[in-house]
Nanobody, 120 residues
């Protein structure tokens, strides 16, 4: 079994910064892509950013230039540095990882989410 645990959410004023972390643990052989998604109240879950095992990144247009995704392969951890936050960034942020398990199955895992609220 594999678990993803997010941390770092909270309340921040517009223009502020937060750093989210997501650590994967369990029966892991390797991790392919990792990413962050978010779901705002009344909206569908959307992709925020992804990073491959080689460090290639991709971002939704609305966060380009403000958010930075990175990963530490040795720690099986992915980060999301969020700067210049806006009220529209308010959402529950979910971590996602495509994991090659210890039994060599390729499976998709999700964290339980961490709430980010941007408000004055």
């Amino acid at each position: 079994q594999v678990q993803l645990v997010e941390s770092g959410g909270g309340l921040v004023q517009p223009g502020g910064s937060l750093r989210l972390s997501c650590a994967a643990s369990g029966s892991i052989f390797s991790i392919n892509g990792m990413g962050w998604y978010r779901q705002a109240p009344g909206k569908e879950r959307e992709l925020v950013a992804t990073v491959t095992s080689y460090g290639i990144t991709n971002y939704v247009d609305s966060v380009k230039g403000r958010f930075t995704i990175s990963r530490d392969n040795a720690k099986n951890t992915v980060y999301l540095q969020m700067n210049n936050l806006k009220p529209e960034d308010t959402a529950v942020y979910y971590c996602n990882a495509e994991v090659v398990t210890g039994q060599y199955y390729v499976m998709d895992y999700w964290g339980k989410g961490t709430l980010v609220t941007v408000s004055s």
